[in-house]
């Protein structure tokens, strides 16, 4: 791991609970359609800081947390997976979100983690989680397959290029050549 990846995950594991992103590029951010994200915030699909009296705080912020929760959430919103209670979802979504800052922000860094969904013909739905991102031992169909850490490591980078001091950055990427 370099030195300018280590300091993005270090930047998005500090802010976990801080909010730091907002506006229209969040979406982007996270590979959603902007029109889907502010229905999911108005829906309460989505989180979001709030103010004291539980109103969405204006602009938009979002925490690490929130981030990774909503990429996780809309992957499995996109592909079908929210079939099963509300309660369900969000709960999986919770946990993976938690895991990703135990597990890619800190801890191993298991970048190469790979989450896996899968759907049999009688609608049961498994989530499943690939550590090493070794996928050679898989066994039947996958209704999609995504690099979580990959995809938390280019989220961190976002959050990092977007809040950091970006001179520091480069002087880090200047150190690993």
Known sequence: MNKMQKAALDYLYTNWHNGMAGGSDTAEILGMNPNTLKTRIARNQAMVMREQGGDTAK????????????????????????????????QTAYSYAEWVMENVLSGEHKTNAVL???KDSSGFEQVMLYEDGDVMDWTGDAVVAFPIGTMAVRIAFSML???????ALLKLAKSDE
């Open 116 to 118: 896996r969904l899968k």
């Open 161 to 167: 290029m977007r809040n950091g001091d970006v001179d």
């Open 59 to 90: 602009p938009l912020r979002f925490s690490g947390f929130h981030l990774i929760f909503n990429l996780i959430q809309d992957r499995m919103m996109r592909y079908g997976f929210s079939s099963g209670s509300e309660d369900e979802a969000t």
